[in-house]
């Protein structure tokens, strides 16, 4: 039995292909886990737990039937759906984590969070994080109607577009001494992520000793999960018509 990660799915009614290979890696791959971590973005965009897009219930009652099958799921926020809420939750049948958490796997004390947080060179992007995470800005964009919440957060997504496409590649990824100060603040050498879309292995020093910050990749073109068991930590990529049934 293993553990498995995923992350940055962006679902979306856009992109049925990405939508279909999840929903197979959920009624297969998925199934023979001891736990499956989806580590943020698992949606393009989220405005709310009341948004009756049909694709949302259909990857709720997908989620809910891996929990209901004896695997739990478990959820980190991640930039695009942080305001993903309890409600959602419930129907899916995932528990919500906090933004970073240290796990027990097989003997391996194994950070693991989205990863944006971690990439502080990107101040524009921390400022605009820091300002939407406030939870009165929060409650005060669920109270508007549906159709200005839809409005806004295309609005969001153009202007993100934009600014990231005048960045460097550089200013996007991780700060190395973040990644560092986070080891070493939750005493580990493991550290699973996604966010980045850069799928790797990489091998640093921490505490001390050697280390290893894992990252997901996207789901643009293949599926992707980082699988744990006894053995080994490996970064794992499938295309989406390939995942067992």
């Given at each position: 039995m293993a553990t498995l990660f995923i992350a940055d799915l962006h679902l979306c009614t856009e992109e049925p292909a990405i939508t279909a290979g999840f929903l197979r890696f959920l009624a297969g791959t998925a199934r023979e886990a001891d736990a499956l971590y989806i580590l943020g973005d698992l949606f393009e965009a989220w405005i709310g737990d009341d948004d009756p897009n049909p694709l949302h219930r259909q990857v709720a009652v997908a989620l809910k039937s891996?929990?209901?099958?004896?695997?739990?799921?478990?959820?980190?926020?991640?930039?695009?759906?942080?305001?993903?809420?309890?409600?959602?939750?419930?129907?899916?049948?995932?528990?919500?984590?906090?933004?970073?958490?240290?796990?027990?796997?097989?003997?391996?004390?194994?950070?693991?969070?989205?990863?944006?947080?971690?990439?502080?060179?990107?101040?524009?992007?921390?400022?605009?994080?820091?300002k939407v995470h406030q939870p009165w800005l929060q409650r005060l964009f669920l109270a508007l109607p549906l159709f200005i919440r839809h409005k806004v957060a295309a609005k969001m997504r153009a202007d993100s577009?934009?600014?990231?496409?005048?960045?460097?590649?550089?200013?996007m990824d991780v700060n190395p001494q973040a990644v560092s100060q986070a080891l070493e603040r939750h005493s580990v050498q493991w550290l699973i992520h996604g966010h980045t879309h850069r799928p790797a292995v990489h091998e640093l020093a921490a505490n001390g000793e050697p280390a290893f910050?894992?990252?997901?990749?996207?789901?643009?073109?293949?599926?992707?999960?980082?699988?744990?068991?006894?053995?080994?930590?490996?970064?794992?990529?499938?295309?989406?018509n390939e995942v067992n049934n």
């Open positions: 891996l929990s209901d099958s004896g695997v739990p799921c478990y959820f980190i926020h991640g930039n695009r759906d942080f305001l993903l809420g309890k409600r959602f939750a419930r129907e899916s049948g995932m528990i919500l984590l906090p933004e970073e958490l240290v796990l027990d796997l097989y003997g391996r004390r194994v950070l693991i969070m989205h990863g944006d947080t971690l990439c502080t060179d990107d101040a524009g992007y921390q400022a605009f994080r820091a577009k934009a600014a990231n496409s005048s960045k460097s590649l550089t200013i910050r894992c990252v997901l990749g996207a789901w643009h073109s293949e599926g992707s999960m980082i699988y744990v068991d006894h053995d080994r930590v490996e970064l794992v990529s499938f295309p989406f």
